[in-house]
Structure formats: structure tokens, C-alpha cells
């Protein structure tokens, strides 16, 4: 079976059973779009606002504080873009070790004439005694994210909102801190009320859900969005709703265990193996998704994934989300202080729960074998 080799569940997830069954049946059973007048319009309202509910319900915030949209990608853009309303530009601080869907912004929002900072994570991490001293009166906008792609670190996201709340008391102006939440959703135990942020994305792929649909939390339940288009999802993202993924993507949030014990268990013997055999390990060792262990090799990254995809593995050269070109994620180790020769032959594993224990443990000895024979 072919997800017993497949460990780039950073990259995307196989859709769960379940989802698919939630998906076929709300495809078969719901034919109407929600906006319509009709039965049958009504019908799909009124399970979209169940799944809505549902979801809400486990995220433990507020129905109408949650957006359905295409994925991750377009629920940044709709807080990103927001920014170009404003009267004058300001300010914005990301971190260096933001995904591309937050990270490319930087180049729109400069070309428009915003200032944008970014924040180095040394050892993985963004410090929020540099955040503290990069806020200014003009900061309007803080995304910094809860667990990184690449290496699995999980920000101080506390801390790092706590600073913004006092600089924005000590400015008297509101600042919107965002969080990309992508690798966090169904993985680690977070709060976004407890948090106190102002918005956050998911993604349905990445927890065995279906492509092409995401979520946005907002605090406020609104925002300022360039286009309202239909109006559906109360103006904050236009365009009729995808309701059978919609359905997938609630099943499969509702069905991540809180139990993370079998991830845990795959996550340590594979990080010891490698251990054991000289392999260095890019993931800290503390504050840590049990999903994404980075190694590195001193093979370029490219070499090493090449060979192990001859051999049937699936794993990705640095943060390949959208592809495993040459150079993927080395900017972002580098950012996170490791050598330039580091972050070539960096490697991502990552795991989801249908992986199996001895299937990784065996990638990890393909991997120390390549690697002795060279
Ligand atoms: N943010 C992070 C951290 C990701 O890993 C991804 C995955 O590609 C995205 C954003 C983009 O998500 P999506 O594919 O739903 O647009």
C-alpha cells in the first residue's frame, strides 16, 4: 500500500475514509447552493451552518467567528489584502520563517508602500524581545506562525501576543496579530480565545481532509476584504461554497484524536535512530511537532530525496509544499541559524497517523545506509 511509504504529510495528507464518506454523501444528499431561495437551497444552508457549528464548536470559538475558503493560502490573502484599504501604509512584521502563502506579501504590501520587518528565529524560534523592539506607532499587523513547516518548532505564540498587547496600550492603537495555524490545527493543543488572537488560518489537507478548502478564524468576525463578491461567508470570501469538502474537512477536524500517543511513539523512535547513528536532527528538541522531524545529511537534499523516491519512499527536501524544487526551505533554516551546508542536505519526514512505526524506523535505516555507502 502505498501510504506506508508516503511520510510527507507536511506537504498534504491521503484524504481519511471517513472524509471521503462525509464528502460523497453531502455531494449526493445537498445538491443546492446555499444562496438559493428554494428546499433545496435551504437544506445546504442549514448543513453548512451544522458543519460550521460543529466545527466552531471543537476549535472553541464562536460559529460566527469562522470563514470557510479555499485553503490556508486564500485565508491570508483575505487578511493581507485587507491592509491596502488603509488610508496611509504602515508598518507589518512577519518572521523569516513564514510559509510563502504569508511570506510572499512582503514583496505586494512594499510595492504599495508598507514597511515590512522581518523577524529572524534563531534556533527556530522568534524572539519576543525582538518582536518588542520592532513595534512601533505604525505597526498594524503582526503573522507569526504556530508551528513551523519545516522544522515542526512551536512558537511562543503567548508570549509573542502578550508583547503586542502591551505595545498596543502603550501606542494606543489596535494591532491585528495574525497566526498560520496550518501545522497546529488537529496536532497541538491550542486556544485561540485563551491566545487572544486576532486571526487564524487552516488548512483541510493537512489533517486527511479534502484539497482545496480552509478556514479563516476572525476575532471580530469581520474584516475589510478587497472583494465581497456574492457576499456568501457574510462578505469575508465570495464565491459559492464548497459544501461536500466543507463536510470532509469538519469530519476529518472532528476525527484528530486528542491522544497523540501514536505519532509520539513513531516521532521518538525515528528522532532516535537517527540519534543513535549521527544523523543531526534540524527539529528542536523541546517546543516540538510530533509530525515533522527534520534531519539533515551531508548529501545535498536533492541527491537523497531522489534516491529514496527511486526506492518507493515519499519524503520532501526542506519545506516542499508546493514542490521539491532545489532550494526549498534552505532560506528558512539558514533564518533559523543553521549552516548554508545544513540547510542543503536538509530532509523533512513527516508523519500522520495512518503512518506505520516499523515503515518509518525502516526509511530511517534506508536513510543511514545511503548515507554510510557515500
Ligand atoms: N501555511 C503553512 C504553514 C503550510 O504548511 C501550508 C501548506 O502548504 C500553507 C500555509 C498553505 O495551505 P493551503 O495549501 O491550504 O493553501
Request: overall charge neutral; charged content about 25%; glycine content about 8%.
Amino acid at each position: 500500500m502505498l501510504s506506508e511509504f508516503y511520510f510527507d504529510n507536511a506537504a498534504t495528507t491521503i484524504i481519511s475514509p471517513e472524509a471521503l464518506k462525509s464528502y460523497s454523501e453531502c455531494a449526493l444528499e445537498y445538491m443546492g447552493n446555499p444562496s438559493a431561495n428554494h428546499r433545496e437551497g435551504q437544506r445546504a444552508h442549514e448543513k453548512l451552518e451544522e458543519e460550521r457549528r460543529l466545527f466552531a464548536s471543537k476549535l472553541k470559538i464562536k460559529p460566527e467567528q469562522l470563514f470557510f475558503t479555499s485553503g490556508a493560502t486564500e485565508s491570508i490573502q483575505i487578511v493581507l489584502s485587507s491592509l491596502l484599504w488603509a488610508k496611509s501604509p504602515g508598518e507589518v512584521i512577519i518572521s523569516k520563517i513564514e510559509h510563502e502563502a504569508v511570506s510572499s506579501w512582503s514583496g505586494i504590501l512594499k510595492e504599495k508602500g508598507w514597511v515590512v520587518k522581518t523577524l529572524k528565529a534563531k534556533g527556530g524560534f522568534v524572539s519576543p524581545e525582538e518582536l518588542e523592539e520592532s513595534i512601533t506607532e505604525k505597526t498594524r499587523l503582526v503573522a507569526i506562525m504556530m508551528v513551523n513547516n519545516v522544522t515542526g518548532a512551536i512558537q511562543d505564540i503567548d508570549t509573542l501576543v502578550k508583547v503586542t498587547r502591551r505595545k498596543e496600550k502603550e501606542f494606543g492603537r489596535k494591532i491585528f496579530f495574525f497566526s498560520d495555524c496550518v501545522q497546529a490545527l488537529g496536532k497541538i493543543p491550542f486556544s485561540l480565545t485563551s491566545l487572544d488572537i486576532d486571526g487564524a488560518c487552516f488548512s483541510s489537507h493537512k489533517i486527511a481532509g479534502a484539497r482545496g478548502i480552509g478556514a479563516l478564524f476572525l476575532k471580530k468576525g469581520e474584516i475589510q476584504t478587497l472583494a465581497k463578491a456574492g457576499g456568501q461567508e457574510k462578505g469575508v470570501r465570495g464565491g459559492t461554497e464548497n459544501l461536500p469538502s466543507i463536510a470532509a474537512f469538519t469530519s476529518a477536524y472532528l476525527s484528530c484524536p486528542e491522544d497523540m500517543s501514536d505519532i509520539e511513539e513513531i516521532y521518538n523512535e525515528t528522532r532516535k535512530i537517527f540519534q543513535e547513528n549521527g544523523i543531526k536532527i534540524l527539529s528542536p528538541e523541546t517546543n516540538t511537532s510530533p509530525f515533522i522531524l527534520s534531519i539533515t545529511t551531508p548529501l545535498p537534499s536533492e541527491v537523497l530525496t531522489r534516491m529514496l523516491i527511486d526506492k518507493g519512499w515519499c519524503v520532501s527536501s526542506g519545506s516542499a509544499c508546493s514542490n521539491n524544487a532545489k532550494g526549498k526551505g534552505e532560506g528558512i533554516l539558514q533564518a533559523m541559524g543553521f549552516s548554508a551546508k545544513d540547510s542543503r542536505g536538509a530532509i523533512r519526514i513527516s508523519f500522520f497517523h495512518y503512518s506505520s512505526l516499523s515503515r518509518a524506523k525502516e526509511l530511517a535505516e534506508e536513510i543511514i545506509k545511503i548515507v554510510r555507502e557515500f
